[in-house]
């Protein structure tokens, strides 16, 4: 028995289902049923697609094949690439918090001296715990981008609170007979003697504290990016913080150059006596250097390039800037007419030649080509360290007169004055943007120009509170703990060592810990205790009065 027999019994209804849903195009037709469908499907989605697809093609960055895994070295690299920073605005209120920080200590500390001169005693348990509150705190709050704003009230409110309890100083019935403290300030002066000045010593202390804060925090999400460094042009604390590092440098390493005081004359330094003295600096710098490049290529730890360069790091950069200063002093010895020299120059090369092209673009195929940023960018640091030391030229010796003490002041105004208006001129009227990158011209004088600012104001506080002191403390015999706190001295004295320490506990950091693994508490702990083990041994050789750099 042969042939086909179809057995399998159809449902009728299915069968034409089937047959209406192949032949829909040919009996489909428009009406209220169909058209909110067909309207939705066919214009409302692809519309809002496309809307979407254009409006978030420029916010969406495409990282690298392991964008998915944080503990990669790729993705660390990544994740600090292509920053844009933040407005100078916003960083200028964060950093302001440091001066109010000044401010709230000093207040503070005059009006417990006023209250009972012969019993203070400022170097106590309770004056410690105090300036880790006042310095410490608000620099934490403030760079995780938590209560900015609260932070700079509280210290403002605390301030003014302090400030109020200072007295004035006794009234002076003749207002024409000369100022006593002028008197007893002019007996004191040594010709040629340099004392250290407390708000030269806070300032330097706290951007030190701000930049090792800085380079472990950046490795964390607390950590907003717009405070890292930027790509190539911009501006943002980090940045800020690496120039202010050689400008505070360059303002008290002029100390070397000044004339000094010897068999009852002055005496000037000379050039081989300066270039000793700056290969003797240069060494312990351009050493580690070296090792940091040594340990960073052993253990694979990431590295963003386009900063310095593949070999050169931040320590060879301060490690040149000793050897080139005797020299450039003896080809013209006016400090401000050589920086200004040298920016010029240099940015007439990178906007006039295909200098900056090269130095954006170029293929890191040679020793010079691979390591463009560090090279070139050493100029514009070589500048900045001129600027400070003009600047340190002019604050750092010993003013004869009290009148001369404070006309420092004005000084100090008109190096911001200047900056400020060189700056302006290159970025709104020529439109060059600053760059870390290339430590152009810009961001030289924004960096001159901001740490000119912060030491003048420094120098305010301090001359409005020391003004209330006796004639006799015009200048000298004020009691310990009165002009500095403990923390800061400690970090001050041996900065050089604290930024040792900081970059070495920050790689030990991050080869223990996947930092962009932890949670906000943990991270928060981490930077804490960091923060705690980099100034623990700066405030031991401080206690056994060791002073290394």
């Given at each position: ?52 697809a254009i409006a978030s093609q420029d916010k969406i960055s495409v990282g690298p094949k392991v964008k998915n895994d944080p503990t990669s070295k790729e993705f660390k690299e990544w994740r600090v690439s292509n920053l844009e920073g933040s407005s100078m605005t916003e960083i200028h209120i964060v950093i302001s918090t440091m001066v109010l920080s000044y401010w709230c200590w000093k207040c503070k500390t005059a009006a417990e001296f006023h209250r009972s001169p ?194 050169w790091n931040f320590f060879i950069t301060l490690g040149f800037l000793p050897i080139f200063v005797p020299l450039g002093l003896c080809v013209y010895s006016d400090l401000r007419v050589t920086s200004m020299a040298l920016l010029v120059v240099y940015q007439a090369m990178l906007s006039l030649t295909p200098l900056g092209n090269w130095l954006e673009n170029a293929e890191r195929t040679g020793l010079v080509s691979a390591n463009r940023e560090g090279i070139l ?173």
């Open positions: 028995m042969g042939g086909h027999h179809d057995t399998l019994l159809k449902d009728p209804a299915i069968e034409e289902w089937i047959w209406m849903r192949q032949n829909t195009h040919r009996y489909f037709k428009i009406n209220r049923r169909t058209a909110p469908a067909l309207i939705g499907m066919g214009l409302i989605i692809p519309a809002a697609t496309i809307y979407l012969a019993e203070f005693a400022g170097r106590g348990w309770s004056h410690f715990l105090f300036e880790g509150v006042v310095f410490l705190a608000p620099m934490f709050l403030v760079l995780t981008d938590s209560y900015v704003y609260q932070t700079i009230a509280a210290l403002a409110t605390a301030s003014i609170y302090f400030r109020w309890q200072i007295p004035d100083a006794p009234y002076r019935h003749d207002k024409w007979a000369p100022d006593p403290r002028a008197e007893e300030f002019s007996k004191s002066y040594i010709p040629g003697r340099v004392t250290a000045k407390p708000y030269l010593s806070i300032y330097r202390a706290e951007m030190m504290l701000l930049t090792c804060f800085c380079i472990l925090a950046v490795d964390f999400n607390v950590f907003p990016l717009k405070f890292a460094k930027v790509e190539t042009f911009g501006t943002s604390i980090m940045d800020l913080g690496v120039g202010s590092f050689v400008f505070s440098a360059g303002v008290v390493g002029v100390k070397a150059f000044l004339p000094r005081y010897a068999d009852g004359k002055l005496k000037v330094t000379s050039l081989g006596h300066q270039l000793k003295a700056g290969l003797w600096t240069a060494f312990p710098l351009l050493a580690l250097g070296v090792a940091r490049l040594v340990m960073t290529e052993s253990v694979d730890y990431q590295k963003h390039v386009s900063e310095y360069g593949t070999h960018s050493f100029v514009g640091y070589l500048a900045i360290f001129l600027m400070g030391m003009s600047l340190g030229r002019e604050i750092l010796p010993d003013a004869q007169t009290f009148k001369e003490r404070r006309m420092r002041l004005v000084s100090v105004l008109g190096v911001w004055t200047t900056a400020c208006i060189s700056y302006l001129l290159l970025g709104f009227v020529l439109g060059v943007q600053p760059s870390r990158r290339f430590a152009n011209a810009p961001y030289c004088f924004w960096v001159a120009g901001f740490n000119s600012a912060m030491i003048w104001l420094y120098m305010l506080i301090e001359e409005d509170v020391d003004s209330k002191l006796p004639p006799k403390m015009a200048r000298a015999g004020r009691p310990s703990g009165y002009d500095m706190p403990v923390i800061v001295e400690a970090v001050n004295i041996n900065s050089l060592s604290t930024f040792l320490v900081a970059n070495l506990l920050t790689g030990s950091v991050n080869m223990l810990v996947e930092t962009l693994l932890c949670e906000s508490a943990v991270a928060y702990s981490i930077l804490a205790g960091y923060t705690l083990l980099f100034m623990l041994p700066a405030l031991l050789l401080y206690r056994s009065g060791i002073r290394l750099r």
